[in-house]
């Protein structure tokens, strides 16, 4: 029977589960609107952003989907996508062989591509997803790409996805190109009750459900719209579970109710307010440069390593910042900055460092570029005496201070087992 319901839940909300049917709800139609319009305009580039798991991508697909038959469309995924990998899947998906080429050429080839095109009186349409996990040096392609003009036509149509950061990405100094296309951006919604209830049982019959109800009731309905907040790619993972967790049919209630620790949870998702908030805020680093806000980064990994390589987690486009400059290493009572013996050194609050607690509001300075710490944890009152200290004073005294917490902690639990 699990096996079975493992197989069902996968069928209707697993990830090949769009494959069987797409749900149209409010948002969704008007985000395909607002791109259609986006790509009639003579900058002819529209920004769809969201959260994770918000549909951005159904979005994209089904925009490709509506595009006329002989049309010339690329939908790469920017996700860590490297400058040659970018431009080859863009090739390719046009259907033009990218070979052992250089990054360099393919942008000229890219370059020729799209003029031919434009003359053709058939432009290119980019789809690019997730713009905002992009690397720099891969953006930067993307920068020089929306520039190619045929007789003051912009030679190549674009939409562009990405998290709620998307907005400040392009406004960005680097992104201009981008940004003076930019006919506006569509922020997506989520579903409403009603339409939530319609996406679920929409799914459940796609699957073969004739009677939807006998799977999922409306209370279940209420509940996991309650748990996904209307977002359809969490209402499809809760959705799962319950079907998982089920000892018989219909659902009841209790079926919806497992471990949805903040782990579990998308990593872009809007900031609650502490009074919303279920546990803690996870840190955020708001990095700016010139006064200018350009990334929105939320803490959710043990370490975060921060320098100009492209493979650092926080990855920072200055030349005064190391490839591998400084890393930070969150606690559940404090988080910890190490520099990692860079060339030009940390400050934090204009004090130069080697390591050091972090609290919310101070602002670390690495080159041209400041990034200012929200939502530190709550450091306690031993914490606070080291911050005073000399820096490897302090780090030995944090080593020193974590072991004997962790020491109470097993001594505590040791008791309780007796």
């Known amino acids: 029977m699990p096996a079975r319901q493992t197989w069902f ?17 409010k948002s969704h139609e008007d985000a395909l609107s607002f791109l259609e319009d986006s790509l009639q305009t ?18 994209a697909r089904r925009f490709a989907a509506r595009l006329p038959r002989d049309a010339a469309v690329a939908n790469v995924d920017g996700s860590r996508v490297k400058p040659r990998e970018f431009l080859a899947t863009m090739l390719t998906q046009f259907g033009y062989d990218a070979g052992l080429q250089s990054h360099e050429e393919l942008v000229k080839m890219m370059r020729v591509v799209a003029i031919q095109q434009t003359r053709s009186a058939q432009p290119l349409v980019l789809i690019v997803d997730n713009v905002d996990r992009m690397f720099p040096s891969t953006l930067r392609i993307l920068n020089t790409l929306a520039d190619i003009r045929v007789d003051d036509r912009y030679a190549i149509r674009i939409i562009l996805t990405g998290g709620p950061g998307l907005r400040a990405l392009l406004e960005s100094a680097g992104m201009m190109k981008l ?90 998702l809007p900031v609650l307010g502490a009074d919303a908030a279920t546990g803690p805020l996870p840190p955020r680093l708001i990095v700016t440069r010139d006064g200018e806000n350009l990334v929105d980064h939320r803490v959710s990994d043990k ?8 493979f650092a987690d926080l990855s920072i486009d ?23 013996n860079s060339a030009n ?31 530190a944890p709550a450091i306690s009152d031993e914490m606070k005496k080291l911050l005073s200290a000399p820096d490897t004073i302090k780090m030995k005294n944090l080593v020193d201070l974590r072991a004997r917490k962790t020491a109470r902690l097993g001594s505590a639990t040791g008791q309780n087992r007796g």
């Not at 839940?9 to 090949?16: H, I, K, L, T």
């Not at 959260?51 to 159904?58: A, E, N, V």
């Not at 390593?305 to 492209?310: A, F, Q, T, V």
Request: hydrophobic fraction near 40%; include cysteine; proline fraction near 3%.
């Open 9 to 25: 839940g996968d069928q209707a909300f697993g990830d090949s589960a769009d494959a069987l049917v797409t749900v149209a709800y």
């Open 318 to 340: 200055d030349g005064f910042v190391s490839k591998m400059h400084a890393v930070l290493i969150l606690y559940s009572d404090a988080l910890v900055l190490l520099d990692l």
């Open 345 to 375: 050194g940390t400050t934090v609050n204009s004090v130069n460092v080697r390591s050091t607690i972090l609290q919310s509001n101070d602002v670390i300075s690495l080159g041209h570029h400041r990034i200012k710490i929200i939502n």
């Open 179 to 268: 940004a003076k296309r930019r006919v506006g951006d569509f922020e997506l919604k989520p579903l409403a009750l009603h339409e939530a209830l319609l996406y679920l049982h929409a799914r459940l019959q796609a699957c073969g459900v004739a009677n939807a109800d006998t799977v999922f009731p409306l209370d279940v309905c209420d509940r996991l719209y309650q748990q996904s907040g209307g977002w359809p790619g969490l209402m499809n993972k809760y959705a799962r579970e319950a079907i998982s967790r089920a000892t018989s049919f219909p659902l009841r209630v209790a079926d919806t109710e497992g471990d949805t620790e903040a782990e579990e949870m998308p990593d872009d």
């Open 42 to 59: 003579d900058k002819g580039l529209g920004a769809l952003h969201g959260p994770k798991l918000s549909g951005k991508s159904t979005v």
């Open 303 to 310: 370490k975060t390593l921060i320098g100009r390589s492209d």
